[in-house]
């Protein structure tokens, strides 16, 4: 079972906060600061339908581009040596950094992917169907 909510192509996930007795949540995967809090499932679900709705509501009004969730572009932070080595393998490849870091990546999701709960088929399902999508976009660039 996933604890992630989505609406409007926006997701969340609860968490449950002992000090102040409620679920509190955000919205996941964009450069602004949505956050709210209930006290129950339901009430979440309310207040996320509407922190997503008045999200969207306050960037028409501001005439401002919502965020989308991930974009597909992140910037991470590596060592020098690991830096020049991924780069050295891109050259012997013949391709781009990028291309051999969404190789790792994927890799890594291929084999992590089955060490997550039962409960997260559905992740998982999107996970694989995912990497195949991206794949053969990334191959035709």
């Given at each position: 079972m996933s604890d992630i909510i989505e609406y409007k192509g926006y997701h969340t996930r609860?968490?449950?906060?002992?000090?102040?007795?409620?679920?509190?949540?955000e919205i996941m995967g964009?450069?602004?600061?949505?956050?709210?809090?209930?006290?129950?499932?339901?009430?979440?679900?309310?207040?996320?339908?509407q922190s997503v709705d008045g999200y969207l509501d306050m960037c028409k009004r501001q005439?401002?581009?919502p965020d989308k969730e991930y974009s597909g572009r992140?910037?991470?932070r590596l060592g020098p040596e690991l830096h020049k080595h991924l780069n050295q393998v891109a050259a012997q490849k013949?391709?781009?950094?990028?291309?051999?870091?969404?190789?790792?990546?994927?890799?890594?999701l291929?084999?992590?992917?089955?060490?997550?709960?039962?409960?997260?088929?559905?992740?998982k399902r999107?996970?694989?169907?995912?990497?195949?999508?991206?794949?053969?976009?990334?191959a035709a660039r």
């Amino acid at each position: 079972m996933s604890d992630i909510i989505e609406y409007k192509g926006y997701h969340t996930r609860p968490e449950f906060s002992a000090e102040d007795d409620l679920l509190t949540g955000e919205i996941m995967g964009i450069n602004d600061l949505i956050v709210f809090a209930a006290s129950s499932i339901k009430e979440f679900r309310k207040a996320f339908h509407q922190s997503v709705d008045g999200y969207l509501d306050m960037c028409k009004r501001q005439d401002k581009t919502p965020d989308k969730e991930y974009s597909g572009r992140f910037n991470f932070r590596l060592g020098p040596e690991l830096h020049k080595h991924l780069n050295q393998v891109a050259a012997q490849k013949g391709i781009s950094l990028n291309a051999v870091t969404v190789e790792a990546c994927e890799y890594y999701l291929r084999h992590e992917v089955d060490s997550l709960p039962d409960g997260n088929i559905k992740l998982k399902r999107k996970v694989i169907s995912s990497q195949k999508i991206e794949s053969k976009e990334l191959a035709a660039r």
